[in-house]
């Protein structure tokens, strides 16, 4: 069974750091494409990041490039989020969704259950 | 960035009826398009993936149609199981983007 569990949500403040971290199981992680997608309170669905199978492509959208850095250690099914120079605007609840297993990454079949960042004073 | 605008934001609907809910991309996505469905509280669910494929273990009820710039997701007879809210997503270029998302209630 493929589960998919976040950790490290939190309150800080503006301008504070974050490290989300995301394990997997019940696949092969180093096959997968794997994804950061975020919702804040009472909105829609937000993409964040991606990461290749193998680290070695990484795309974000334009509000958190140079803010945020996604990664991975497949030695240990893991999945990471470092967020620096946070903003209010980055509450949300943060979900780790594994990708596609191609050279392109596509639709997340699998989602995690997600972990709440908080940004505020 | 491709804008993906999904309507109706809300939809009033009762158990049985057929609904229809459609995403417009702002430039062509050829097929590369999936909708979920969400519940409060809950991750979202994968239903339909390529703009037409059914995801394993979705209820036939549900299916999806298009290609380019317009799609649309069916419930062909709505269930008590249904009302949440919907979501495209294109996955052609980047960065990813989701339709604002429709919700389903009961009428």
């Known amino acids: 069974e493929v589960q998919l569990v976040e950790s490290g949500g939190g309150l800080v403040q503006p301008g504070g750091s974050l490290r989300l971290s995301c394990a997997a199981s019940g696949f092969s992680f180093s096959t997968y494409w794997m994804n950061w997608v975020r919702q804040a309170p009472g909105k829609g669905l937000e993409w964040v990041a991606n990461?290749?199978?193998?680290?070695?492509?990484?795309h974000y959208v334009d509000s958190v490039k140079g803010r945020f850095t996604i990664s991975r250690d497949n030695a240990k099914n893991s999945l990471f989020l470092q967020m620096n120079s946070l903003r209010a605007e980055d509450t949300a609840v943060y979900y780790c969704a594994r990708g596609q297993s191609g050279s392109n990454d596509g639709h997340s079949e699998y989602w995690g259950q997600g972990t709440l960042v908080t940004v505020s004073s | 960035d491709i804008q993906m605008t999904q309507s109706p934001s809300t939809l009033s609907a009762s158990v049985g009826d057929r609904v229809t809910i459609t995403c417009r991309a702002s430039?062509?996505?050829?097929?590369?398009l999936a909708w979920y469905q969400q519940k409060p509280g809950k991750a979202p669910k994968l239903l339909i993936y390529?703009?037409?494929r059914l995801e394993s273990g979705v209820p036939s009820r549900f299916s999806g149609s298009g290609s380019g710039t317009e799609f649309t997701l069916t419930i062909s007879s709505l269930q008590p199981d249904d009302f949440a809210t919907y979501f495209c997503?294109?996955?052609?270029?980047?960065?990813?983007?989701f339709g604002g998302g429709t919700k389903v209630e009961i009428e």
């Open positions: 990461v290749k199978q193998d680290g070695s492509d990484k």
């Open positions: 430039q062509t996505i050829i097929s590369w």
């Open positions: 997503l294109q996955h052609y270029f980047y960065p990813l983007t």
């Open positions: 390529e703009a037409s």
